[in-house]
């Protein structure tokens, strides 16, 4: 269960992160992340309503809170990066970020054996090469390393403390409405300073009404792969749940490859090769 839970929420992420870096190609990457978390406050605010989840409020949701305010600077910095430079180069350097909770679960006690441990090794080198990173180039790209590398370990801190927000379902639902509500409001202040100073809150178009399908999409995809993410790490070692949600940089190379005819180049087929080697051994391990 650890590992299909881990494999959906990269599934989840990478699409999410392909949807993402189009829209920021169009929209000011501020508020694709205050419209697309919008819609998944609406949605899980209904869930948490209709379950009875503030039944289960309690101090665990301050981790929820942290993550939700350390959620949209991950997310800014990395849609700007996807705007910045080519998928290829800031996809797989944000997975990164498993880093953290890998770290967290090792300081925990946790000690994988010789098969998962071997499975971490080939997964991670997966994941560098799946993307065909390229650090040759303009300033820009530089940029956009540095910025990755920032909303690395954001989402590496949030996969960590989302993991620890709840321990049912239904506390789930409510650690997860909690943390997009208050990556709303960071957020939308953000925004509100950044269009204080004169930057853009909209594309020259206006608001993006054809492209709401999409944001909403972007949206709940993200808050589904917090949540699978979370479920995963509590059903099994997190150094393997880790790891496996990390693969999501193949998701977004090939979804990349199919919507956009970027063709993959060999050291791409390489690392989506050895990713999906160090899954089977993290998850037969």
Do not use: C, H
Request: glycine residues 14%; proline residues 5%.
């Amino acid at each position: 269960m650890t590992a299909l839970f881990a494999l959906a929420t990269s599934l989840l992420w990478g699409l999410a992160d392909f949807g993402g870096g189009l829209l920021t190609r169009r929209t000011p990457a501020l508020t694709v992340v205050v419209v697309s978390q919008s819609v998944a406050v609406a949605v899980l605010g209904v869930i948490v309503a209709a379950t009875g989840a503030w039944s289960e409020a309690g101090a665990r949701l301050w981790f929820a809170v942290a993550a939700g305010l350390v959620g949209p600077v991950a997310m800014l910095a990395f849609y700007r990066a996807l705007a910045l430079g080519p998928m290829g180069v800031v996809s797989p350097l944000g997975s990164l970020g498993v880093a953290v909770p890998v770290g967290v679960g090792l300081v925990l006690g946790e000690r994988p054996g010789v098969p998962q441990f071997a499975g971490v090794l080939v997964a991670v080198a997966g994941v560098a090469l799946a993307g065909g990173p390229q650090f040759r180039g303009a300033p820009v790209q530089r940029q956009a390393v540095l910025l990755t590398l920032l909303a690395a370990f954001g989402f590496g801190a949030v996969m960590a403390l989302i993991a620890e927000a709840s321990t049912t379902l239904t506390g789930l639902f409510l650690a997860l409405f909690v943390q997009r509500v208050t990556n709303v409001a960071a957020g939308g202040l953000a925004l509100y300073v950044s269009v204080r100073r004169g930057g853009p809150a909209l594309a020259p178009g206006g608001f993006p009404w054809r492209s709401l399908p999409a944001l909403a999409f972007v949206g709940l995809a993200d808050v589904a792969a917090n949540g699978t993410y979370s479920i995963a790490a509590q059903t099994g070692p997190v150094t393997v749940a880790a790891v496996l949600a990390s693969l999501y940089p193949v998701v977004t190379a090939v979804a990349a490859r199919g919507f956009l005819s970027e063709r993959l180049r060999a050291v791409q087929t390489a690392g989506a090769g050895l990713a999906l080697v160090g899954s089977v051994l993290l998850a037969t391990g």
